[in-house]
């Protein structure tokens, strides 16, 4: 039985018939990369079509307090129990000045009992002892974790009162509480900020500060005089400019300045007289001044002179970065370095050598460390609690004095590691950097390469400009003001007789020609000035040869005249840009931080010694809890579309935030420049990469099935015509053919509708080559009996071409199609890297790359690579799924 | 053969005729011109404007702009650069140089080490280094170039290893002949990967491919029979059947020798042509652009009929009419 029973599943299984669908699959299972890439392309699809369930944040939500923020730690254990996945709220940003990454953790206390005392901040209230605040935060009020912040912020009304905003020394030691506005209008909760962590904090919301400000006083015109003391450093001028909006800027620099100097001026006296003991603030003010000093000059010898001239972004930076305890001393720097910019820039007109400058800057670096020391000597008489004022000088001082070393640490650490590209290749990259930079400050060039900023960076960092062997282009730089002054005599000269229909005379002649010659002269002695404007120059020495000639030839010298003062024109006007540029230093806002609510505020991991020391003033901690967001799965966050239509807050994973902190952000592959998940972002831009390859693909084979299949099958005049047109088509080289038709439609149009237009770029290019393959088949298709055999039933062409010969190409197509698409994904990745597809806010592969090209962004944020591999594996898998396929439908492996 | 290659350059003038009339409509067609840039300048008086669009004769219909164009090529004047204000053959005289330098050495590179490895991976079929090949190979063809290059310039940028940008380092001109060699070479070296991998890839697939399938040919199962040396099979036999379809990817890489480099160029700031169009094409510098590609497009046609003849001079089944 058993055995007529297996007999018969035999003689059952041989004759089951699969049909050619089924052979192809099995065959292609058989194939085991090409079952790895269809695999990888599933998760891929699936990945696009849930992109908004499986992003934590919202892709274009920007968070600059996390610019390139490496992937957020993820912790397990709190005070040594487990207790989940957890992440801590954090910062981070590219310090421009040192350009080092930095990235902080901070704990936010939620508990602390001390002295018996227990305090609670959290949910949507804060208590303090019996007191319970109670706050809303639609309204804009929050919670706070500040502590003592040294310095006072204020207002004036002009009926006299004044309004300290929020701090009391009583209980700046301690708390760290939130407040609400009613509260802050009595008077009765001072915020302090004592912690780096804390003043970021305030700092990030000083917009909504200043606001809270002017309900303070009511009225904007009731204020009289605000200020703000000087030590808020960095942040001031972006903050001061935003307040003097609405106030009285003048009142506010008043304020600073000279209000500090009448202070400083009263309270010299008594130390005159001999009263109070000044020998421990000599010292400190000593070894500021040595600190400071060493510090500037290694600045003077790093090329502080061409960093104030060419006067970009990072040598702001670094003068106020280099001056930070001068400003915390209420000196000046902000007045003085006008006055020396201009100084500067006087003295670089009269063609001044540049040991002059040197001494010029170091002379007034040392001015105004004097001052600084004369600051501190004069303050201390001047404190009621000198033993506090001594306490807080040299906490500020010493707190200085380690930044410097950290800054000074850091750019002799970056040197020495950049040692190796020091000797080759600065010197090449200063000359391409004056070159860029110039051209594009000179000639305002529309498109300035990615590398350029790079160089700029490593330009300034090696502080490598002022060096000896750039000799030529300071000269350079001198006979350019020269070449104004012959200018300006040339000018004079032919003034009096460039007027058309007039003879000069000979002795006039004369004496033009020999200006021209001098101008000649010292034009062609340019060395190096930038390439580009050495060409201009050219131009202008060649039409002033010219006119020489024609001078000789008694001609008359208007036109060329003309010529000249039009490339003069150039000249004269290149070196305004340049003043101009140097005078920028002056406003340091205008040239703008890109982080201007961080600045350069030190940030330091905020550990629970910290608390305590700080916070609490050692007055012994009980307990404490800090807080912490837990990771969860399908969370509740913001509002996505879940597969494009319903509006969804579900999402795959996230953290849990309960009272919107805005530090706390899980980012699983980093942040990118502006603070956006990176990992979000590349989900969202799946959408695009991965459809982009089937559309064009769909839209390429369509063309070219009709046009290969009309060209076969019909042959003759409309073969050759239109196999021309593919030809030519083909032989405008693929790139170039895709810049030029993208430049061919207009730049600033939505990401949608550059997205409908890449596609039909790049169909636009693959088509001819199919068509022509296609032709082929269709050529020797057509041959066969089957087709003659239609053709003879007396089909239409349509019907046989549709039904018997285009069928016949299938197989091909499939394979072909399969392994085109990566085509499409590679070219829209490169035309967005290129900066001429998608365009930002929106996300794709290729243009999420862009951001990496600079090499410092590359070095300090790895992750923002990321995409690239995801264009690999797409890609990868694309090919082996053709390949697959290919193998599949080989009639050998059908069996 | 003389007749056919004739010819062949005969139907090129029309096809380069139309190919650079296209790109020359394309340009005129684009929103806006190279003036652009001053209109939007308030401080450039509309005097002065006039003056350069009748300088650069942006005010003429552009049929007529073309016609001037095409006489001037005639003469084997390409026209003057707006943007560098020079020649244009100056200025792409001036960057051939390193393009071709860079293009070669990639070209030499993914060829030289594509042919060895494919022939190799094929040889040693199915071995551990034929899977190991055959993945490098797969990756090459999947990574983006200028992905690889960003890739490259990262190691290179931690390690100090290679330098990140440029052609030649400073010292350049101050070094001896052999220095100077080595220097460039060794600024060469990442763009040459970066550029040459992808073909380096492509061609050792192909490579292995048609050797596998020739050393399945009967006749070099008959040569083996006969009792010849391996080596005699292989190389005499096998390889040089092998390498035929080869001879028209060569075509395609000579057409491509210009072109190909714009984002790596970009990339490693490589001073070559790429770059000069690529802000060429975006800033409207037409008769650059123009003159561009016109040389790519006559690289391309080129390539192709140098891959035809050299295709007909291997395989003696291939003739030409």
């Not at chain 1, 706390?664 to 969202?684: C, L, P, T, Y």
């Not at chain 2, 006559?298 to 003849?309: E, F, K, P, S, T």
């Amino acid at each position: 039985m058993a055995d007529d029973k297996k007999n018969v599943t035999e003689v059952e299984f041989e004759e089951t018939y699969l049909s050619r669908r089924q052979l192809i699959w099995r065959a292609f299972k058989k194939h085991k990369l090409g079952m790895f890439g269809l695999w990888v392309l599933i998760v891929m699809y699936l990945i696009a079509i849930f992109a908004d369930f499986l992003s934590p944040h919202n892709p274009y939500e920007q968070s600059l307090i996390h610019s390139f923020a490496p992937p957020t730690p993820v912790h397990v254990r709190y005070k040594g129990k487990t207790v989940g996945l957890y992440v801590l709220p954090s910062v981070s940003f590219i310090d421009k000045f040192t350009s080092e990454r930095k990235f902080y953790e901070m704990l936010f206390p939620s508990r602390i009992v001390n002295d018996g005392v227990e305090y609670r901040i959290g949910g949507n209230t804060a208590e303090l002892g019996e007191r319970t605040l109670k706050f809303d935060r639609k309204k804009g009020e929050e919670i706070y974790f500040e502590f003592v912040i040294d310095k006072n912020i204020g207002v004036k009304t002009k009926g006299g009162k004044e309004y300290y905003l929020p701090f009391e020394k009583e209980y700046t030691k301690r708390l760290l509480i939130g407040y609400n506005d009613s509260l802050l209008k009595r008077g009765k909760i001072r915020v302090n900020l004592t912690s780096s962590t804390a003043k970021a904090a305030v700092l990030s919301n000083f917009g909504d500060f200043s606001r809270r400000l002017k309900a303070l006083v009511g009225n904007e015109e009731n204020i009289d005089k605000l200020w703000l003391d000087e030590s808020l450093e960095r942040i001031d001028v972006k903050w001061a400019r935003t307040v003097s909006k609405n106030v009285d800027v003048k009142l506010f620099e008043e304020r600073v300045t000279k209000g500090a100097e009448n202070w400083m001026r009263g309270v010299l006296k008594p130390l005159e007289e001999g009263k109070g003991n000044t020998s421990a603030l000599k010292e400190v003010g000593a070894e500021v001044e040595k600190m400071v000093l060493a510090d500037f000059e290694r600045s003077l010898d790093k090329g502080y002179i061409d960093d104030l001239i060419n006067g970009n972004e990072l040598a702001v930076n670094r003068i106020v970065a280099t001056s930070g305890n001068l400003i915390k001393l209420g000196v000046d720097v902000k007045g003085r370095l006008e006055k020396l910019v201009a100084r500067l820039s006087e003295l670089k007109g009269s063609g001044e050598n540049v040991s002059v400058l040197k001494d010029t800057i170091r002379e007034e670096f040392y001015s105004m460390e004097r001052e600084a020391v004369e600051r501190i000597i004069s303050g201390y008489s001047s404190a009621t609690n000198k033993k506090a004022y001594i306490d807080g000088v040299i906490s500020m001082l010493t707190e200085g004095i380690r930044d410097y070393i950290d800054v000074c640490n850091s750019r002799l650490e970056k040197m020495v590691k950049e040692m190796r590209y020091e000797e080759k290749e600065a010197e090449g990259i200063i000359r391409a950097c004056l070159t860029n930079l110039m051209r594009s400050e000179i000639f305002g060039s529309r498109y300035m390469p990615g590398e350029t900023m790079a160089i700029a960076k490593m330009l300034v960092s090696f502080g490598l400009i002022d060096d000896p062997r750039f000799k030529a282009e300071l000269e350079d730089y001198q006979k350019v003001a020269s070449l104004k002054k012959l200018y300006v005599k040339l000018q004079e000269v032919l003034g009096k007789v460039a007027r058309p229909g007039y003879r000069p005379s000979r002795e006039e002649m004369e004496k033009i020609e020999q200006t021209l010659q001098n101008f000649v002269k010292v034009a062609k002695n340019l060395k190096f000035f930038t390439t580009a404007v050495n060409s201009k120059l050219n131009s202008i020495v060649r039409s002033a040869e010219s006119s020489l000639r024609y001078l000789e030839r008694g001609r008359s010298v208007y036109y060329y005249y003309r010529r000249i003062l039009e490339g003069l024109k150039d000249i004269s006007s290149a070196k305004e840009i340049l003043e101009s540029v140097a005078a920028k230093i002056v406003g340091v806002g205008e040239i703008g931080f890109s982080y201007p609510k961080l600045g350069r505020m030190a940030f330091k991991r905020y550990r629970l010694e910290t608390v305590k020391s700080l916070v609490l003033n050692g007055k012994g901690v009980q307990d404490y809890d800090y807080k912490i967001y837990k990771v969860r799965f399908f969370l509740k966050s913001w509002e996505g579309k879940f597969l494009w239509l319903f509006p969804s807050r579900v999402h795959l994973f996230g953290v849990e935030n309960p009272d919107d902190n805005p530090y706390v952000k899980i980012f699983i592959m980093g942040a990118d420049q502006f603070g956006r998940d990176v990992w979000s972002r590349i989900v969202f831009a799946s959408r695009i990469s991965l459809s982009i390859g089937i559309i064009g693909m769909i839209i390429t084979f369509g063309l070219a099935l009709v046009f290969g299949g009309i060209s076969g099958y019909y042959g003759g005049l409309i073969d050759e015509l239109m196999m021309r047109t593919a030809e030519i088509i083909m032989s405008i080289p693929g790139f170039y053919l895709l810049i030029l038709l993208r430049a061919l439609l207009p730049m600033d149009i939505p990401s949608t509708q550059i997205y409908i237009l890449l596609v039909f770029i790049l169909s636009f290019i693959g088509w001819a080559g199919t068509s022509r393959v296609i032709r082929g088949m269709v050529l020797s298709i057509r041959r066969r009996e089957f087709v003659e055999a239609a053709i003879a039933i007396g089909l239409p062409d349509s019907k046989v071409l549709m039904r018997h010969v285009l069928p016949n190409t299938t197989s091909f197509l499939i394979v072909a199609a399969t392994l085109r698409i990566p085509g499409y994904i590679l070219g829209e990745a490169s035309l967005s890297y290129l900066g001429l597809g998608i365009r930002e806010p929106d996300a794709s592969w290729g243009l999420m790359l862009a951001q990496a090209q600079d090499v410092y962004v590359m070095q300090h944020a790895p992750w923002l690579l990321i995409p690239g591999a995801f264009i690999f594996f797409t890609v990868l898998s694309f090919n082996f799924v053709g390949d697959g396929l290919r193998d599949a439908l080989d009639p050998r492996s059908l069996g | 053969m003389l007749k056919y290659i004739i010819r062949r350059l005969i139907i090129m003038v029309p096809e380069l005729f139309v190919i650079s009339f296209l790109v020359f409509m394309i340009m005129w067609a684009a929103p806006g011109d190279f003036l652009d840039q001053y209109r939007m300048d308030p401080s450039v008086s509309p005097q002065f404007l006039e003056s350069l669009e009748k300088e650069l004769g942006l005010d003429k219909p552009p049929i007529i702009q073309y016609s001037i164009w095409l006489k001037n090529i005639l003469v084997g004047n390409f026209g003057y650069s707006f943007y560098y204000r020079q020649p244009v053959s100056k200025l792409i005289w001036g960057r051939v140089f390193a393009t071709i330098i860079l293009s070669l050495s990639s070209f030499f590179f993914s060829w030289i080490l594509g042919i060895i490895t494919g022939v190799f991976s094929a040889l040693k079929k199915y071995s551990m280094w034929d899977k190991l090949l055959t993945i490098i190979a797969f990756s090459g063809i999947a990574i983006p170039g200028f992905f690889l290059a960003l890739l490259l310039l990262y190691i290179a940028a931690n390690t100090g290893w290679f330098p990140i940008s440029g052609m030649v380092s400073i010292g350049h001109s101050q070094m001896g002949a052999g220095e100077r060699f080595k220097d460039i070479l060794w600024h060469l070296t990442l763009p040459t990967i970066a550029l040459g991998f992808g073909g380096f890839a492509t061609l050792m697939r192909y490579m292995r491919g048609s050797l596998l399938d020739v050393l399945n040919e009967d006749y070099v199962t008959f040569a083996r029979a006969k009792g010849l040396p391996e080596r005699k099979v292989i190389y005499k036999h096998a390889l040089r059947n092998a390498i035929n379809p080869m001879i028209t990817f060569l075509g395609y890489s000579i057409s491509g020798l210009l072109g190909g480099a714009v984002i790596i160029e970009n990339i490693f700031a490589w001073p070559g042509m790429g770059r000069l169009v690529y802000q060429a094409l975006i800033q409207q510098d037409v008769y650059l652009v123009m003159a561009s590609a016109v040389i790519s497009a006559v690289m391309l046609v080129i390539g192709n009929l140098i891959a035809d003849i050299l295709l007909a001079a291997v395989d003696p089944r291939v003739r030409l009419e």
